[in-house]
């Protein structure tokens, strides 16, 4: 496989209203994140995924764009993203973009053009019908939104107000690569594609995702922006299947680097039903769905790996416990992805190991997802109990609460107002206290992160599950070239004993990383402590 800056580089995704706010309006802000830099780089991660930072009227927090050329005002100016990138550059920190390429915000010139009639130049910039069919929001609701004016329909597979771009539209295409160029040529190092398997939809045939034309698109849009330039590209699919993620991430198609597949994000939900219906884990599918997804990929394509992003809840909170073994189960997830092959992604708090948040009221909740579900399930007669419960297992917004800098006042994110509120577990879950503590998550996920860069077997290594059918241990060997590494993580908070099969044992190995600062020793049986993980390099 031809070597790739990627490879061996952790990203660090900033969703930047909850970030560092400089100005104290309460909101993040372009400044904030330069003030915040030199901890970034100590942490060592090589790149950061900025979420939206383009101007918006924010009705999804940026991800409704109103123009693609300029900076969001409460972010900051075109020349503070100018620094900004400049800053990250002189660390030898890359910056990844996030685009929002399927639809804009109703407040986008094209929209408000298209909106004047049928015959306006930019009508064909977006989707219109004279009737609507059965196709529905992803934020629930129909995707179709009457428009008295032309007495046609226009479409959103999102809230009304981020109508859907029309890609069928060569002209479409064109002004879109435009502006990647431009952010190309400003000096971004990569783009993080949002939805970008919804471009390719075709409405009349009911068909939203993987439509018949995406990879096309793709195919042209590498051909006219990135692809002649050494960038890293990751595409938001959630409808991506292994053998689908091979078609964007393989390089002798020229598509994209590599995708953010789903599958395991999705397994605590009930059969068939939405997020907000929760199931318990299935924890043999989990382990099944991990290893399927690194044996498939292997040599064919590249996987992106992470727990947690802006739209998930909080990993800790979600897959280990967030209660008497935080740091433990905060630093067995983290191994457990870290090990893998691809590149992985680390959500801003993650290395602090922020949980999720429990407000009490709705009125405390901001995100449009969480608060359309809410309306639309009161209306259906949903126990409030129950709709307030899958909003702290599931809301968006545990994981948008502000960055905890430390145990000070706003925990160091602001000092106006917070958009939104902090939780309240800041006076102990903070920046300063990791950064106080050499047991910290914060320095177990700055050896993670040193580990990758040192040793090809992870980051090239062949993976393969081993204790398959072992219900509490995720354990997996990484093989490359004559290093191997055996990783081993108990899921949960009983102690639990494995039987290391044989082919492991009485050779020389070393320990690379572990959680527990007393080490097991790799016999014959091991007893593993609640949430134990450990790397053993053979
Ligand atoms: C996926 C983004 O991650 C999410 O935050 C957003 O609401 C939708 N796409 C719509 O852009």
């Known amino acids: 496989m031809t070597r790739k800056w990627w490879h061996d580089v952790v990203v660090y995704q900033i969703y930047p209203r909850s970030f560092m706010d400089s100005n104290g309006d309460g909101v993040g802000d372009l400044k904030g994140i330069i003030s915040k830099l030199d901890y970034l780089k100590d942490l060592g991660i090589g790149a950061i995924w900025l979420s939206p930072i383009n101007k918006s009227p924010n009705v999804d927090n940026g991800y409704d764009i109103s123009d693609y050329y300029d900076i969001m005002d409460d972010f900051g100016t075109i020349s503070d993203m100018r620094t900004l990138v400049d800053e990250m550059h002189s660390r030898n920190i890359k910056l990844i973009m996030d685009l929002v390429l399927n639809h804009t915000s109703d407040e986008h010139y094209w929209f408000k053009e298209a909106k004047k009639g049928r015959n306006n130049k930019y ?14 929001s992803n934020f629930g609701g129909s995707a179709w939104e009457y ?12 809230d009304k107000r981020q109508p859907d771009l029309n890609w069928e539209n060569p002209l479409l295409r064109k002004d879109i ?35 018949p034309k995406l990879h096309e698109y793709l195919q042209e849009l590498n051909r006219n922006t990135f692809g002649k330039r050494d960038v890293l590209t990751v595409g938001e699919t959630w409808g991506a299947t292994p053998e689908i993620a091979m078609l964007y991430s393989n390089p002798n198609r020229n598509e994209l680097n590599m995708v953010f597949q789903f599958e395991v994000i999705s397994l605590d939900k009930k059969e068939g039903g939405h997020k907000w219906d929760l199931a318990p884990l299935d924890f043999m599918k989990f382990k099944k769905s991990f290893s399927k997804w690194q044996t498939c990929l292997y040599g064919k394509g590249w996987n992106s790996i992470f727990g947690n992003n802006h739209d998930l809840p909080r990993m800790v909170s979600r897959w280990g416990n967030d209660k008497e073994y935080r ?58 109990e129950e709709i307030m419960n899958s909003i702290y297992v599931k809301g968006r917004d545990n994981a948008r609460t502000p960055m905890q800098w430390s145990s000070g ?20 879950i903070n920046v300063e ?8 998550i914060y320095y177990y996920y700055k050896d993670l ?4 860069k040192k040793y090809d077997a992870i980051k090239y290594g062949e993976f393969k599950l081993i204790l398959e059918e072992n219900k509490e241990v995720f354990a997996y060997t990484r093989t490359y070239k004559n290093e191997q590494l ?39 049986k091991i007893k593993l402590r609640p949430y134990e993980s450990i790397v053993y390099k053979l």
Not at 147 to 158: P, T
């Open 449 to 452: 992160i040193n580990l990758r």
């Open 433 to 440: 206290q990791a950064l106080n503590d050499k047991d910290s």
């Open 409 to 428: 006042k706003n925990a160091s994110f602001t000092e106006g107002i917070p958009w939104l509120k902090i939780n309240e577990n800041y006076k102990e």
């Open 327 to 384: 740091v433990e189960s905060a630093k067995m997830l983290a191994t457990m992805l870290h090990m893998q092959m691809g590149t992985p992604y680390i959500y801003q708090g993650e290395e602090i190991g922020m949980t999720n948040v429990k407000f009490d009221s709705i009125d405390d909740y901001n995100d449009i997802e969480c608060l359309t579900m809410y309306k639309e399930r009161m209306q259906q007669g949903y126990n409030i």
């Open 123 to 136: 009508r064909d910039y977006y989707i219109w019908r004279d009737k609507p069919n059965e196709i529905e």
């Open 177 to 211: 690569e435009k502006m990647i160029n431009f952010w190309l040529d400003f000096g971004v190092d990569g783009f993080r594609f949002d939805v970008i398997d919804l471009i390719g939809k075709e409405v009349d045939n009911l068909i939203t995702k993987n439509g």
């Open 147 to 158: 428009d008295k004016y032309s007495n046609q329909y226009y479409f959103h597979l999102h």
């Open 486 to 524: 055996l990783v081993i993580c108990n899921f949960y908070e009983d102690t639990t004993e494995i039987i290391v099969p044989r082919e492991f044992l009485g050779k020389d190995y070393s320990i690379l990383i572990s959680n527990y600062k007393e080490k097991t020793s790799l016999e014959e």
